[in-house]
């Protein structure tokens, strides 16, 4: 492609617009020329204008109220706090402990989740497991998001519907690993990763399925944590449910339509 | 608390925002819930789900408002697009088809509520529909299906039986019209 031929498809690259081989063609293109990406911010900038062709609508008075109580909850770092952020060991900031606490409650989950249907000891280590959410839930009153997930994953590792999925890592991510587990009849899933490098501000990974024939179909974006892992809740389409790839590819923040950057884990095509 | 937000700019709200002033948050949402819910619902037809994914928009912008950069675009440009891909991520994760097109293009009268609107965004808003609707139709029309619904090309192509060459010339035509009719209104 030409250089023109790149800035012809600017304007649908702003709308998202653009299908994934070009998207991902551009994608790369825009990495090395300073012009077209100078150029797609004012296309952006346009394209988001088109908001207001949106007939003006009121949400109720009582969504104000839940931001205010859930960002309250959230336990926003005050600018001391946020100086302390970086220091290592021992920190002062108690939902630090307690995120790394669910998170090596997650891997221990991930550890079980292999077995479980094979070994009846582990179906007696789920139930207490289980008990030891309903403790730490209490603990972590703070975390709602990751204690909603928990749940999700005990029902769907206990459902006589659950499927397992595995995923590699590719060239990029040698050492990165994943499993998705779903439900056959809900379609609901959760995905679990580890070993996925940390990204750049302005990137995340996001979860496709790819059923056979079909173009990707885009699942949830998502970011890892500080220590690698990241346990996400997804729906699985009805399309995907049998016979699907599942990858993972990294995109831009907020996520893309179509995968246009490298693809770093990827399930077996069947 | 609204009266003294009014006067700072979206560029420093999100900016206070990013240091945890939860008045500037709150500032932000009084300021953008209408153009953001109006998108939101426009995109998802279901108010339920809009107001749900409107606080999620928000949570949003509360956790990753250190992540704007101005000189990448506009606050408005970054807040709409928040909205825009989780009110699609939505639409895509509920398994519910995207709607036919003449719905999509519906244009029932405006509902506002009791809310008072910024002066300068109803502005805004005024030049940008008048730009609109002087683009031709088609041009318009594959603008509204790309932003409203997600569609790529190819889909819209398909959706109205027209070839790919054709929707591509459209999208990129109306796109720098819509462009280039506002920086006229800019100028006057």
């Not at chain 1, 300073?34 to 296309?43: A, K, Y």
């Given at each position: 492609?030409?250089?023109?031929?790149y800035q012809?498809?600017l304007?649908?690259?702003?709308?998202?617009?653009?299908?994934p081989?070009d998207s991902q063609?551009?994608?790369?293109?825009?990495?090395?020329?300073?012009?077209c990406?100078?150029e797609?911010?004012?296309?952006?900038?346009?394209?988001?204008?088109?908001?207001?062709?949106a007939?003006?609508?009121?949400p109720?008075?009582r969504?104000?109220?839940?931001?205010?109580?859930?960002?309250?909850?959230?336990?926003?770092?005050?600018?001391?706090?946020?100086?302390?952020?970086?220091?290592?060991?021992?920190?002062?900031?108690?939902?630090?402990?307690?995120?790394?606490?669910?998170?090596?409650?997650?891997?221990l989950?991930a550890?079980?989740?292999?077995?479980?249907?094979?070994?009846s000891?582990?179906q007696?280590?789920?139930?207490?497991?289980?008990?030891?959410?309903?403790?730490?839930?209490?603990?972590?009153?703070?975390?709602?998001?990751?204690?909603?997930?928990?749940?999700?994953?005990?029902?769907l590792?206990?459902?006589?519907?659950?499927k397992?999925?595995?995923?590699?890592?590719?060239?990029?991510?040698?050492?990165?690993?994943?499993?998705?587990m779903?439900?056959?009849?809900t379609?609901?899933?959760?995905?679990?990763?580890?070993?996925?490098?940390?990204?750049?501000?302005d990137?995340?990974?996001?979860v496709?399925?790819?059923?056979?024939?079909?173009?990707?179909?885009?699942?949830?974006?998502?970011?890892?944590?500080?220590?690698?892992?990241?346990m996400?809740?997804?729906?699985?389409p009805?399309?995907a449910?049998?016979?699907?790839?599942i990858?993972?590819?990294?995109?831009?923040?907020?996520?893309?339509a179509?995968?246009?950057?490298?693809?770093?884990?990827?399930s077996?095509a069947? | 608390?609204?009266?003294?937000?009014?006067?700072?700019?979206?560029?420093?709200?999100?900016?206070?925002i990013?240091?945890?002033d939860?008045?500037?948050?709150?500032?932000c949402y009084?300021?953008?819930?209408?153009?953001l819910?109006?998108?939101?619902l426009?995109?998802?037809h279901?108010?339920?789900e809009?107001?749900?994914?409107?606080?999620?928009?928000?949570?949003?912008?509360?956790?990753?408002?250190?992540?704007?950069?101005?000189?990448?675009?506009?606050?408005?440009?970054?807040?709409?697009?928040?909205?825009?891909?989780?009110?699609?991520?939505?639409?895509?994760a509920?398994?519910?088809?995207?709607?036919?097109v003449?719905?999509?293009?519906a244009?029932?009268?405006?509902?506002?509520?009791?809310?008072?609107?910024?002066?300068?965004?109803?502005?805004?808003?005024?030049?940008?529909?008048?730009?609109?609707?002087e683009?031709?139709?088609e041009?318009?029309?594959?603008?509204l299906?790309?932003?409203?619904?997600?569609?790529?090309?190819?889909?819209?192509?398909?959706?109205?039986?027209d070839?790919?060459?054709?929707v591509?010339?459209r999208?990129?035509?109306?796109?720098?019209?819509?462009r280039e009719?506002l920086?006229?209104?800019?100028?006057?």
């Amino acid at each position: 492609m030409t250089h023109n031929d790149y800035q012809e498809r600017l304007a649908a690259y702003a709308l998202d617009a653009l299908d994934p081989v070009d998207s991902q063609a551009l994608g790369e293109h825009l990495s090395n020329c300073m012009q077209c990406r100078d150029e797609l911010i004012g296309l952006r900038d346009t394209s988001a204008l088109l908001a207001h062709a949106a007939t003006a609508q009121a949400p109720g008075d009582r969504v104000r109220a839940q931001i205010v109580s859930r960002v309250r909850a959230e336990a926003a770092p005050t600018p001391a706090q946020v100086v302390q952020m970086p220091v290592r060991g021992k920190t002062v900031w108690p939902n630090v402990l307690r995120l790394a606490a669910a998170i090596a409650f997650v891997a221990l989950l991930a550890g079980v989740i292999v077995l479980w249907r094979r070994d009846s000891r582990l179906q007696r280590e789920i139930a207490r497991l289980s008990r030891r959410v309903d403790t730490q839930q209490n603990q972590m009153e703070r975390d709602r998001d990751l204690m909603a997930q928990q749940k999700e994953a005990l029902v769907l590792l206990t459902s006589a519907n659950a499927k397992k999925i595995e995923l590699n890592g590719t060239q990029v991510a040698q050492n990165a690993r994943a499993t998705v587990m779903f439900d056959e009849k809900t379609g609901r899933a959760m995905l679990f990763t580890q070993g996925l490098p940390a990204l750049a501000a302005d990137k995340a990974y996001e979860v496709w399925f790819i059923p056979k024939g079909h173009a990707p179909m885009p699942g949830k974006v998502f970011i890892v944590d500080p220590s690698g892992h990241a346990m996400i809740a997804d729906q699985m389409p009805p399309e995907a449910m049998n016979n699907a790839v599942i990858a993972i590819t990294i995109e831009p923040k907020s996520g893309s339509a179509a995968p246009t950057g490298a693809i770093y884990l990827a399930s077996r095509a069947s | 608390m609204q009266a003294e937000t009014s006067q700072i700019s979206d560029n420093d709200l999100l900016k206070a925002i990013a240091r945890g002033d939860e008045a500037a948050l709150t500032g932000c949402y009084d300021r953008y819930r209408l153009i953001l819910f109006s998108l939101i619902l426009r995109i998802l037809h279901d108010r339920h789900e809009a107001e749900d994914v409107l606080q999620e928009v928000f949570l949003q912008v509360w956790r990753r408002a250190k992540d704007f950069d101005e000189s990448r675009g506009r606050a408005f440009t970054w807040l709409v697009t928040i909205a825009r891909s989780r009110a699609l991520d939505r639409l895509r994760a509920s398994g519910s088809r995207i709607r036919s097109v003449t719905e999509a293009e519906a244009d029932p009268p405006d509902r506002m509520g009791d809310a008072a609107e910024d002066a300068v965004r109803s502005e805004e808003a005024a030049i940008v529909r008048q730009a609109l609707a002087e683009l031709p139709e088609e041009q318009r029309r594959t603008l509204l299906m790309a932003y409203f619904e997600g569609l790529t090309q190819s889909e819209i192509a398909a959706r109205l039986g027209d070839p790919l060459g054709t929707v591509k010339t459209r999208m990129r035509s109306g796109l720098m019209k819509l462009r280039e009719l506002l920086r006229d209104q800019r100028r006057e």
